[in-house]
């Protein structure tokens, strides 16, 4: 599953080369996955410039300067990468973004996985496509305080399952959600109202401690021993205390915990 940092990685490799450049064309290879009308196409989106390409959650928002701006879900393989006009689409291939100098944005999937939708502008910021979407877990808007009351109307649920859910807070999947509960000691089979006040303000502050660096600096962050993130397979140990980690289901995902460093409320 992709997952916030990955796609704030993604957003990095392609903001630069596209921003204020005009797409001379557009290629639509998987009209099933991808369906576009072709006037919007034509008349909004070819032969106009990239305005900015943002994240939210773990969509991908691509604004034009025709106010006009399109949202990809990225789904669980989805990749946006830029390549040579001239190397041959891929199965995977879903749509293509052309620019003058030889090279195009690439948006592939697997599968009915990804999508992309075309938003106009003053419907995107008032009720558009992202209205849905939780709070952004690395904006200012999830302080420690929304976390609280986020939490209270996710009180019955684990505290995986809060974590996970996407209109609560965009952007956790399930290894970064085991690696929140991991560096802040709580185990994530609990109930969310199991949890002491201190408790939920420390989860809170790994939720951004974690994010951030695995944004900020993704390949230390997978190459740090001490992360949970880089001893998932069977038979690890803890980082920190090599006691042998166990691996649980909980809302039905695969969780890796150290049932000695993460401890019942
Ligand atoms: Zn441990």
């Given at each position: 599953?992709?997952e916030l940092?990955?796609?704030?990685?993604?957003?990095?490799?392609?903001?630069?080369?596209?921003?204020?450049?005009t797409?001379?064309?557009?290629?639509?290879?998987?009209?099933?996955v991808?369906?576009?009308?072709?006037r919007?196409v034509?008349?909004?989106l070819e032969?106009?410039?990239?305005?900015?390409?943002?994240?939210?959650?773990r969509y991908v928002?691509?604004r034009?300067?025709?106010e006009?701006?399109?949202?990809?879900?990225?789904?669980d393989?989805?990749l946006l990468?830029l390549?040579?006009?001239t190397?041959?689409?891929?199965?995977r291939?879903?749509?293509?973004?052309?620019?003058?100098?030889g090279?195009?944005?690439?948006?592939s999937?697997?599968g009915?996985?990804?999508?992309?939708?075309?938003?106009?502008?003053?419907?995107?910021?008032?009720n558009g496509?992202?209205?849905?979407l939780?709070v952004?877990?690395?904006?200012?808007?999830l302080?420690a305080e929304?976390?609280?009351?986020l939490?209270a109307?996710?009180?019955r649920?684990?505290i995986?399952?809060?974590l996970?859910n996407?209109?609560?807070?965009?952007?956790?999947g399930?290894?970064?959600?085991?690696?929140i509960?991991?560096?802040?000691?709580?185990?994530?089979?609990l109930?969310?109202?199991q949890?002491r006040?201190?408790?939920l303000?420390r989860?809170?502050?790994?939720?951004?401690?974690?994010?951030?660096?695995?944004?900020?600096?993704?390949?230390?962050?997978?190459?740090?021993?001490?992360?949970?993130?880089?001893?998932?397979s069977?038979?690890?140990?803890?980082?920190?205390?090599?006691?042998?980690?166990?691996?649980l289901?909980?809302?039905?995902?695969?969780?890796?915990?150290?049932?000695?460093?993460?401890?019942a409320?």
């Amino acid at each position: 599953m992709i997952e916030l940092p990955d796609v704030e990685r993604m957003i990095e490799s392609i903001a630069g080369y596209t921003t204020g450049k005009t797409i001379s064309a557009i290629r639509i290879d998987d009209p099933d996955v991808v369906s576009l009308e072709s006037r919007i196409v034509r008349d909004h989106l070819e032969h106009h410039a990239v305005d900015s390409v943002e994240r939210h959650g773990r969509y991908v928002v691509l604004r034009f300067r025709s106010e006009y701006s399109l949202v990809f879900d990225m789904g669980d393989d989805g990749l946006l990468r830029l390549e040579s006009q001239t190397a041959p689409p891929t199965e995977r291939t879903r749509i293509r973004f052309q620019f003058a100098a030889g090279r195009e944005l690439r948006f592939s999937s697997s599968g009915s996985q990804g999508t992309v939708q075309a938003v106009a502008g003053h419907e995107f910021d008032e009720n558009g496509a992202l209205e849905s979407l939780g709070v952004d877990p690395l904006s200012e808007d999830l302080t420690a305080e929304r976390f609280e009351t986020l939490a209270a109307t996710n009180s019955r649920s684990t505290i995986k399952g809060f974590l996970l859910n996407q209109k609560a807070i965009a952007g956790i999947g399930n290894d970064y959600a085991d690696e929140i509960c991991f560096q802040a000691g709580v185990r994530p089979d609990l109930r969310v109202h199991q949890l002491r006040r201190e408790q939920l303000q420390r989860l809170h502050r790994y939720l951004k401690r974690v994010l951030r660096r695995a944004t900020l600096h993704w390949t230390a962050a997978h190459s740090d021993p001490g992360w949970l993130i880089n001893s998932r397979s069977n038979g690890s140990s803890c980082p920190r205390c090599r006691h042998e980690l166990t691996s649980l289901l909980v809302t039905g995902r695969k969780t890796v915990i150290c049932p000695r460093c993460q401890r019942a409320a």
